[in-house]
């Protein structure tokens, strides 16, 4: 089935989108990967989160889940890769699926690993972002994963099931990649991996790799009062949008991008 | 439709004969692919009778893939009668598609 409104991250921001989204009568996907990899779940106290002091990150994340699915919110696992726009609707890739929306709220907290060096300049000449994606054109053939997440582990497992070679990194900080036309080679931390491929998978994809021409300012997704971003029918919420990073600020974005979402794919419909 | 799959076989004579082609190689597990797929079908009613536009599927071919050295997927590859001048690789908005296109009718 297709979806009006596909949200991309599931923390405080996504969570709270999707419900709003959902209390104005539309549909919600929320692509997001497993509760227990966003960072905070690992929060032992949030202290300022009204009317809650104390409670754990993990305790907040599952309520808000359950609150979510108790709405009729649908979940899919995994990392959007890619999205286009045509004829009104937005095409965002997720693993081996598409996904045909009408809106989008982009919610997928910051990316703190900025690119290596010969990361940009060697995509799609051996470096990736997708294992699923490329890793067939490397059957027989050496490859990096560089992981930085459990989900990263399970895809470095499926490059093996299928041939490939795999030297993995466990969330290698200071990496360069390099060759002549084509990756050769990938230096992680003194060590030297020589590779035909660098399969480089982030929680998730920067905004800008993944919406081109995306507003950015030191950083962060520039989003105006309705959380509106420049391109037509994304909005954005949370984190991503800057600081700070605290889940009120999160859920109250959330809630408004929620909420602009739904009146735009009203909008569309009269259109 | 306008569409071309394109096999070793009959690739080399089709392409060969156009003045003017789009050859988009992809596989059933790509997602990406997938999202390029019904920009790929509109281009192909679009610019019937202007350029062939046909797709390539890596796993049934491989070869033309390493031919064309075909490092991630989707990869879309301009050509003259043969000769590749442009190639795309990654999801990219229709219109860098079409552009490129429109550059060489």
Redesign the interface.
Known sequence: MSFDVLVIGGGPAGLSAAINIRARGKSALVVSNPLEENPLWKSERVENYLGLPGVTGAELLTAMQKHAEADGVEFLAGKA??????LDKW????????QEVKAVVLAAGVTREKKFPGEAEL????V?Y?A???G??YRDRPVAVLGYSETARHEAEFLREIGCEVKYFDRPRDCVISGEG?VEQVLCGGETAKVD?VFILRPAMAPTDLF?GLGIENGYVQADRRMATGLPGVFAAGDCTGGPLQVAKAAGEGLIAGQSAAAYVDALARK | MALKHLKKTDFAATVDAAPLAMVDFWADWCGPCKMVAPFVEKIADDYDGKALVAKVNIDEEPELAQQFGVMSIPTLVFLKNGREFDRKVGVMPPETFTSVLDENL
């Open positions: 890769l890619s999205a286009a726009f045509m095409y965002v890739s997720v693993g081996s699926d598409v995509l799609g000449r051996g990736s997708c699923t994606c490329d067939m054109l084509m491929a081109p």
